[in-house]
């Protein structure tokens, strides 16, 4: 069950970003780097912050990978390469969720401010999908703000009844 789970969530979020995204694309620059009353300011300035906390949480999972050194950092000003970027981060999140057949391994981090923690993979998955979400939500907010009378659908559902 949770293997499935996990894996869902995975494709969940590849599929779900892709959507935002693509919604995100028909904006011009200027629009999406305008201030939106997000808590990372803009949608931009979002979408930079989802991709800092997965390479975050990856190379906390792995070992692996960009290291950030701020919540709000702008990774990519460029929308192309950042877009570039998150597929990127997908296809390696999704190969790593999917390949695990454990959840019970410990990882051992320190968070952004050098507090050390000890948990288990299980709800630290749940926690970074859960992550997503809420800021995914926040950049669909935000595409209603900016103009987009009904971004794209993000109800997992959708992705559920689509594959069966």
Known sequence: MLKSHF????AYNHWANRRVYD???TLPDAVRKQ???LFFGSLHGTLNHMLVADYIWMRRF???GPQPERLNQILYDDFAELRA???QEDDRIFAFVTGLETYDREIVYQNSTGKTFRQAVGP??????????HHRGQVH???TIAGIREPTSLDLLILQRSVG
């Open 7 to 10: 894996d869902q969530l995975a």
């Open 23 to 25: 919604d995100a694309a």
């Open 62 to 64: 792995t070992g692996e």
């Open 35 to 37: 201030g939106a009353g």
């Open 141 to 143: 907010a935000g595409l």
């Open 85 to 87: 970027a998150r597929e």
């Open 124 to 133: 630290a998955l749940t926690h970074f999908f859960n992550h997503q979400a």
